[in-house]
């Protein structure tokens, strides 16, 4: 058994994860990351695109330097009345700009900035368990490797079997995820900026509501590559004869999607559980030794013409970062010592936006779908700051 | 259209653990729909029936999304982890 002590251990190399420890390395704190894939990255996937405002504040104009695909110029929404389109709000709107990524792309690069601002990731290492004394996580387990920390960030994702060992949450209800499935087709870029009547680096948000009996579906175009999948409540499984896989099939070979595929070849195929019980989902957020962020931590927002979450987990690891960076500074990291970081999350944008999902719906709904939804939604989310 | 789910898996880059299942299914599990519900459920197909109804489960091309945990853990999932590190699926693009 070999015993290393660190400022901060953080599991779980994703967005969440490796925001905190680019963060916490740039402070200048001995911060190490273990990550159970190859590398960071290899776990993960999304639909997906990722709203940039939050990894602004982390990297200024990253968006320059980091391993993106297209930016968002056009959305579309379609429902049982029809097909909506509209173009993004971009720059005009404080949370309007995004870009779809990759995510075994995107945080292979992101890992790359942590380590470059010294942060030790270890990959290919599954935490099995934390190590606690007094009620006080004090380090983690994998294997018979034993590493201490004087505090412990769960960034382990959705099912975060860690999170919940700690007793910070319950078995996930099966109305609390849904389950996604996606094609990642390659086509090349000329002909999806075609199909898709954009230009080189713009890129398209699809999201469909109702796509099957029981599921949604979504579609983002990459560089050279689309992104094509369904979401079902997981419950929902119960209300259908369909099997998931059935789902996507049918979604990819239905009359509006099937001649934008033609011609592409599948590239890869992924799942993924994704939290949507909302507010209520929220486990506890922090103990003694202990902060949880990201999708450990639930927090992710449906808004139906749009899902976010990796925003969400990028502004979780950075307000986890300061408060470790803070609490290193008092010397105090007990619950109390990190209580500032659940207070900092209520004062930024995501506890609004876990709170605010419904009231904000209203307000967009009533407005219409002539503009960017995403526009309607941040205003009444600031004027309204449910919270 | 009928869907080849092993095909697609097939594009996938996987580490195998050729030795250890990390989800221990219960394939006498008596109720029939709670076995349906995860068959249908997961993504990967990896929960299949024969024509006399036994039950078969394959965790290797395990996509580790969780989905059966959530659905059956306790009924027909009787435990689920993570593949140990480095093994399971290796998403290239994500």
């Known amino acids: ?128 368990d934390l190590i606690s004394r007094d009620g006080k996580v004090c380090g983690v387990v994998a294997g018979d490797e034993e590493m201490e920390a004087d505090v412990v960030i769960l960034a382990d994702g959705v099912n975060s079997l860690l999170a919940q060992k700690l007793g910070f949450k319950p078995p996930i209800g099966q109305s609390q995820v849904t389950v996604g499935a996606k094609e990642l087709i390659g086509l090349s870029e000329d002909v999806i900026n075609q199909r898709f009547n954009v230009g080189s680096d713009e890129g398209v948000a699809w999201m469909f509501s109702g796509c099957g009996d029981v599921c949604d579906g979504f579609l983002y175009t990459n560089k050279d590559s689309v992104s094509v999948g369904v979401t079902m409540m997981v419950e929902d499984i119960r209300n259908t004869e369909n099997s998931v896989p059935q789902m996507l099939e049918d979604f990819k070979n239905s009359a509006e999607i099937a001649p934008l595929l033609k011609g592409g070849k599948l590239i890869e195929y992924s799942a993924h559980l994704i939290p949507e019980g909302g507010y209520d989902m929220i486990p506890k957020l922090y103990g003694d030794g202990v902060l949880v962020i990201g999708d450990a931590a639930a927090l992710c927002a449906n808004l139906g013409f749009t899902l976010r979450g990796m925003d969400l987990a990028v502004e979780s690891g950075r307000l986890a970062a300061q408060t470790v960076v803070a609490a290193k500074e008092n010397g105090d990291f007990s619950a109390d010592g990190l209580s500032g970081y659940q207070a900092a999350l209520e004062d930024s944008f995501v506890m609004p936006c876990m709170k605010g999902t419904e009231a904000c719906l209203a307000a967009v709904k009533a407005g219409g779908f002539k503009d960017d939804p995403i526009v309607t939604f941040s205003k009444v989310m600031r004027e309204t700051q449910i919270g | 259209m009928a869907v080849n789910v092993a095909d697609k898996l097939g594009v996938n880059k996987f580490h195998t653990d050729e030795h250890n299942s990390h989800i221990e299914v219960d394939k006498e599990y008596p109720d029939r729909s709670e076995i349906d519900k995860v068959v249908r459920a997961c993504p990967a197909g990896l929960y299949s029936l024969d024509e006399n109804g036994t039950l078969f489960f394959d965790y290797l091309g395990c996509l580790e999304c969780g989905t059966c945990k959530v659905l059956s853990e306790g009924k027909v999932v009787k435990s689920w982890n993570y593949p140990s590190g480095t093994l399971g699926i290796e998403y290239r693009k994500g």
């Open chain 1, 1 to 128: 058994m070999s015993e290393e002590r660190f400022d901060c251990i953080i599991v779980g190399g994703g967005l969440a994860g490796l925001t905190a420890a680019y963060l916490l390395a740039g402070e200048g704190l001995e911060t190490l990351l273990v990550e159970k894939g190859n590398y960071s990255g290899a776990k993960n996937m999304t639909g997906g695109r990722l709203y940039c405002h939050s990894f602004e504040k982390v990297i200024p104009g990253f968006a320059r330097n980091a391993e993106l695909e297209r930016r968002i110029v056009k959305e579309r929404l379609t429902t049982a009345e029809g097909t909506m389109e509209y173009a993004s709000a971009g720059v005009s709107a404080p949370e309007g700009e995004s870009y779809t990524v990759l995510r075994g792309v995107f945080d292979k690069w992101l890992a790359g900035q942590a380590e470059e601002n010294g942060a030790m990731l270890v990959c290919g290492v599954r935490v099995d």
